[in-house]
């Protein structure tokens, strides 16, 4: 496993740093030192600077707005930014670049890659996420929101569940089922349909932290161009499962960055309330100090994939599970140094980030009590546990698979 990375790539490091250098305030602690007014505006402000430095979607080739530099600058960036407390992007740029923009130039016509891939670099299209329905969040086959052709349009009824950031978007991408009579797998479609019309309803869910980051979205009756479909029609799956790969994307890079600096914190609020003489309590932060260190060398290990063009295979699974369920472990150990200042929740509020909180917030109880109730939900989105166990089961350790009842029509199976 390679940990150094070559000197063109440290090269670019030194060109990163200089824009930072230039572009960041003197005595910069990150956004998270900001209120909540001043991290929204710097959110955006930013979002745009790295927009004209050629710093969104560095790997895209030029000619759809992207810089055409390599997988491994990319990833050089993405430590640098983080390391300097700043964002990749806006909030919906996982949606937008990360998730949508890279399935396009995998499956996009070269029609929706000149239309929609500038559009999405220049913060005129907001995507969201547009895949779990009540009944189709694991099994995401299961999906019941409907497709009809009607002329040259698609008319789409139905609902999806869980939409991060949809409150922000203004376009969805949507799986939606356009022939029942088929395996459920083989009769969904891959759409692009904006959410500015009277057909679609965004609600929000209020979640345990009081912010409403995931919401419901109704389609009754709404419509996209027949033209808006990606790959093929009834062929959404393959589609649905590419952009899935591109989910976790540079996590493999910044995630171990952000926990270290996290736990730096925890260690601190430790240290602030005697915490650390305690010799349960001292246990415990070795634990995290070791499972942070063990997530440093599963990145290395994915990115190493990563670098050498590989798709994500099971260890993803592997990360996805770590990260997640460590997060919720250290949290706990936060709350319990916190004692009973931790039952008073304070106000928390700016632009969000999951899993951790921004660089530079202040090591407080009313802190630590959001990033706690976010950290919840960490093993359920982007994958949960379970499901992360399973595919392990089954592709690692080549154990059968579990027994399905859904082989038939989509139509029988709901019966």
């Known amino acids: 496993m390679n940990n150094r990375y070559p000197p063109e790539a440290e090269a670019f490091r030194s060109t990163v740093r200089d824009f930072l250098g230039r572009q960041l305030p003197a005595g910069w602690k990150g956004v998270g030192a900001l209120s909540a007014e001043e991290g929204y505006r710097f959110v955006d ?5 790295l927009h004209q430095a050629g710093y969104l979607a560095v790997s895209w080739p030029k000619e759809y707005g992207g810089s055409d530099l390599s997988a491994l600058e990319q990833v050089v960036l993405m430590e640098e930014l983080t390391r300097a407390g700043v964002p990749g992007g806006g909030p919906n740029d996982v949606f937008g670049i990360q998730m949508i923009g890279n399935t396009l130039l995998d499956w996009g016509t070269e029609d929706q890659k000149r239309h929609f891939l500038p559009r999405i670099l220049s913060g005129e299209d907001i995507w969201c996420q547009g895949y779990s ?50 395996p459920k797998h083989q009769g969904i479609t891959f759409l692009l349909v904006p959410m500015d019309q009277p057909g679609v309803e965004v609600r929000p869910i209020r979640m345990l932290s009081g912010d409403s980051e995931f919401n419901e979205v109704f389609f009754t009756g709404a419509r996209t161009g027949l033209a808006n479909v990606v790959g093929e029609v009834n062929g959404g799956w393959a589609v649905a499962m590419t952009l899935l790969g591109y989910e976790r994307g540079e996590a493999a890079a910044t995630f171990p960055l952000r926990f270290r600096e996290e736990l730096d914190k925890l260690i601190a609020l430790a240290r602030s309330r005697g915490a ?41 699974s592997v990360f996805k599970i770590f990260w997640s369920e460590y997060h919720q472990r250290a949290t706990e150990l936060a709350m319990d140094i916190l004692g009973m200042e931790a039952t008073v929740p304070g106000a928390k509020d700016g632009p969000v980030t999951f899993p951790t909180d921004y660089f530079g917030s202040d090591n407080i109880a009313a802190n630590w009590y959001d990033v706690f109730l976010k950290a919840r939900s960490g093993t359920i989105y982007a994958g949960t546990s379970q499901v992360q166990r399973n595919i392990l089961g089954e592709r690692v350790l080549g154990l059968p698979k579990e027994p399905r009842g859904d082989a038939g029509p989509w139509s029988s199976a709901r019966r």
């Open 45 to 49: 402000e930013w979002r745009r600077r």
């Open 133 to 182: 329905e009540p009944d189709a969040g694991s099994d995401l086959g299961n999906l019941s929101t409907r497709a009809v052709a009607d002329g040259d349009q698609w008319v789409i009824d139905g609902q999806k569940i869980w939409t991060s950031y949809g409150h922000l978007a203004n376009w969805i991408f949507v799986v939606a089922r356009t022939d029942p009579s088929v």
């Open 276 to 316: 650390d003489r305690n010799p349960i309590i001292r246990q415990r932060i070795a634990q995290c100090y070791a499972e942070v260190e063990m997530m440093r060398f599963l990145g290395m290990r994915s990115l190493n994939r990563f670098l050498a063009g590989e798709q994500p295979g099971p260890e993803s």
